[in-house]
DNA sequence: CCTTGCCTTGACGCTGACGACAAGGTTTAG
DNA sequence: CTAAACCTTGTCGTCAGCGTCAAGGCAAGG
C-alpha cells in the first residue's frame, strides 16, 4: 500500500502521513524506487491516532497508544502508560468542562444585564 | 499616563497595548516627542478587552464592547452589537460543553476498558 | 558626560497540525 | 513521445496573541 492509499483508507492526506512518520508515530518500507510502502498495521495506528487528535489530544500524547499498539495489543489503550495519559486529559477536560460551565454562567449574567439595561435606557425600541 | 503606567494598572504589557492599538481598539494621543498618551477610558477599555478574551473570546468580537464603552456606556454589553455576540458565543460554548462532555464520557469509557483488559491479562501485578 | 529608564518602530519567534507549492523522479497508458 | 498520475524532499504559509530582541530617541539625576 503507497501513501495514498493509505492517506484515503485512513481519511486523511499524505502530506499528514509524512508529519506523522517525521514525528516518529507512522512507520514504511521503501521499494526500490524510494516510495514509502505500509501494512495494515500502519493503517490501525494511523485511525488510533486521528481518533485521538479529534478527541483532543496532541501528538505527544498519542505516542503510548501507538507504541501499545504496536507491542501486538489489539487496543492502543491498554497499556500503562496509555492509561496514565488517559487519565490525565479526562483530569484536563474536567478542568476544561468546569472552567467554561463557569464562564456560560458569567456570559448569561452579562446577557441578561444588558438586556434589563436596555430595556430601562430604548423603551421605545421595544417590540 | 503613558504605555508602561496603563500597562501595569491594566495588568499586561506595552507590547499588548501597542498589538491592540494595531488592530483598532485602543487609542492613545501622542505627546510632543511621540510618547503615547493615554486617559482613564482606555484603561477602562483595555480592562474590558482583556476580561473577554480571559472568558474565550477573540479580538474581533470585542469590537463591539470596545464600540458600545466609546458611546458613552458605562458598560460594554448593553449595546446590540455587544447581544448580537454574547448570544453567539453562549451556543459556541454550548456546543463546546456538549462535545467535550462527549469526550469525556468516551475517555471513561476507553479508561474503564484498559482497566478491566489490564485485569484479564495482567492479574498479577494487582495491587 | 554618562547612566538609567522610560519610550519609539520594526521584525522575527512561538505553538500545532498540517496545507500548498516547488522542482523533480517513476511508471503506465495511449 | 507525451501526458497523466503517482511518488519524493524541502520550504514557506496559516491562525492568535502576543514575547523578545534590535536599534535608537528622549528626559532626568549624579
Known sequence: MLIGE???RAGTSPRTLRYYE??????AQRSANGYRIYDE?????VREIRALLDVGFGLDDVRPFVAC???????GDVCPDS????????????VVLDRLGAVREQLHS????????????CLRRRK
Do not use: C, P, Y
Open 6 to 8: 493509505l492517506a484515503e
Open 22 to 27: 517525521a514525528h516518529g508515530l507512522v512507520r
Open 41 to 45: 498495521t500502519e493503517l490501525r495506528v
Open 69 to 75: 499498539l504496536r507491542a501486538g495489543n489489539t487496543s
Open 83 to 94: 492509561v496514565v495519559v488517559l487519565r490525565r486529559k479526562i483530569a484536563e477536560v474536567d
Open 110 to 121: 452579562q446577557l441578561t444585564h444588558a438586556i434589563a439595561h436596555r430595556e430601562k435606557t
